[in-house]
């Protein structure tokens, strides 16, 4: 007699979701963490908690499903937005550009930084 076979599919690797935080404290913004380390399928939610809008872009296409390429999606202030992770690997730039108003009314913009500059680095599932 021969051995069974299993009609089982392999167990999918679960996705799990991360928060990178915008903050701001002026003159500057941080991106909290600065690096965030995924996988396909998993979710990154950005939250804003500046004192105005954000907008995320990515440098290339097929990062994050549903932005496109230098295609900026804005956040509004206190705001959270989530994006499924659809690249399958490597080390992808996150550009986010905020504009709020600090406490003595000077208004502030620029790029958010952390860690040099916001990263995602995708990595297969295991």
Do not use: C, W
């Amino acid at each position: 007699m021969g051995k069974k076979t299993s009609t089982k599919s392999p167990a999918k690797p679960k996705s799990k979701t991360y928060t990178v935080t915008i903050e701001a404290i002026a003159p500057v913004a941080f991106a909290v963490p600065g690096i965030r380390t995924a996988s396909t399928g998993d979710f990154i939610v950005y939250h804003n908690k500046t004192g105005g809008p954000v907008k995320i872009s990515v440098a290339a296409d097929n990062v994050l499903q549903g932005v496109k390429k230098l295609t900026p999606k804005l956040i509004s202030h206190g705001k959270k937005r989530m994006f499924k992770v659809v690249a399958p690997d490597g080390t992808h730039e996150i550009s986010v550009h905020y504009r709020y108003t600090d406490k003595k009314n000077k208004l502030r913009t620029g790029f958010a930084i952390g860690a040099s500059s916001p990263k995602i680095i995708i990595v297969r599932p295991k």
